[in-house]
């Protein structure tokens, strides 16, 4: 398995969650990681972005309430979530890709490395 997320959960509103992602050394990219998220029946939403100069880039629904980091070293991918709302309830996945020179939320997606998805849902 190449990318392996943890770290979904219940929450209610305004709670905090922090999403863990393993990457094999083969999914680990330096040119673009990033989480995606996905409701049942609707169309993946990406989610949160970083680069292998960790520059990260964010979804307007989340910016200022999420954070994306990475540790090179032990090739995991975080996104920590404050202030969840009920419409943070998805599916959350980690994504890589090496193909990309750039790297943006709005395609995370489409990356070529994709996990199985950790489960988070917020409750009003």
């Known amino acids: 398995v190449d990318l392996v997320e943890s770290g979904g959960s219940s929450v209610q509103s305004g709670g905090s969650l922090r999403l863990s992602c393993k990457a094999s050394?083969?999914?680990?990219?330096?040119?673009?990681m990033g989480w995606f998220r996905q409701v049942q029946g609707k169309e993946p939403e990406g989610v949160a972005s970083i680069d292998g100069d960790d520059r990260p880039t964010y979804a307007d629904s989340v910016k200022d309430r999420f954070t994306i980091s990475q540790d090179a070293a032990k090739k995991m991918l975080y996104l920590q979530m404050n202030n969840l709302k009920p419409e943070d309830t998805a599916m959350y996945y980690c994504a890589a890709d090496r193909r990309y020179s750039s790297c943006d939320y709005s395609y995370t997606h489409l990356l070529h490395y994709r996990g199985q998805g950790t489960e988070v849902t917020v409750s009003s």
């Open positions: 050394e083969d999914a680990y990219s330096s040119y673009c």
